[in-house]
């Protein structure tokens, strides 16, 4: 099966200007993921998707990040203004499960965002 | 914050047997324990998962202890590939509907195998 995709792999901006990421979870996966990992420092979520409805967004800074997943397919990270400490990978992963069940979870290859 | 501790680095001898410790004191009866993997630059890798038995698959075997409170990740023969970072996860329910789960990490176990 295809995996999760991502794109673009690398993008570099200077500060204050905004950038998106796009993510295709693997085709059926109801559930969608979006991790920061900044260097040296595990994944941290940012904002999960339940087919298009958002289950958790706490740990994301509304302020200057938004998420959609219209369709409950694709989805888009964006980032407006973006700061230096941005910087970072930016992971999304994705899961079939839509109760707490036994599944598992496949994550991308990420988008590595340089913010200069 | 992230339910599992684990040391920040481990080495070990190629060829060897690799055993990785994680404590999850506070899990709950029904937060299952996953394994992940990441080499440099790439996305985090599955490896195995479990809820209370013992489970083994071509990576590598999960050892749960019977009060669930720790595992142990076991590569049976490391090679240099197997270099990465190992991250013990216990996943927890989500926030809002409540009815999904999510993967919160902690900082993860540096493994370097020597030759």
């Known amino acids: ?116 | 914050d992230a339910k599992t501790t684990q040391p920040p680095s481990m080495d070990c001898a190629e060829g060897r047997a690799a055993n990785l410790p994680c404590n999850h004191s506070t899990i709950s009866g029904n937060e299952y324990v996953y394994w992940y993997r990441q080499i440099h630059s790439q996305g985090p890798q599955y490896i195995i998962h479990g809820l209370k038995n013992n489970e083994t698959n071509e990576m590598a075997s999960l050892i749960i202890t019977e009060d669930r409170k720790s595992s142990t990740l076991i590569l049976p023969h490391a090679t240099l590939r197997d270099t990465a970072v190992y991250y013990c996860i216990v996943r927890v329910p989500s926030g809002g509907s409540g009815n999904t789960g999510k993967l919160i990490f902690g900082q993860g176990t540096t493994l370097q195998v020597k030759p």
């Open chain 1, 1 to 116: 099966e295809a995996g999760v995709a991502q794109s673009p792999r690398y993008k570099i901006i200077e500060k204050r200007q905004s950038v998106a990421f796009w993510c295709n979870p693997i085709s059926g996966h109801a559930t969608l993921y979006w991790y920061q990992q900044i260097l040296g420092q595990g994944p941290k979520l940012l904002i999960q998707f339940q087919n298009n409805g958002v289950v958790d967004d706490s740990q994301l800074p509304k302020d200057r990040f938004s998420a959609e997943r219209l369709k409950g397919v694709d989805s888009t990270l964006k980032i407006q203004p973006a700061k230096l400490e941005d910087s970072a990978v930016y992971l999304c992963a994705s899961s079939y499960g839509q109760g707490f069940g036994d599944y598992g979870y496949t994550f991308g290859s990420g988008t590595r965002l340089t913010v200069v």
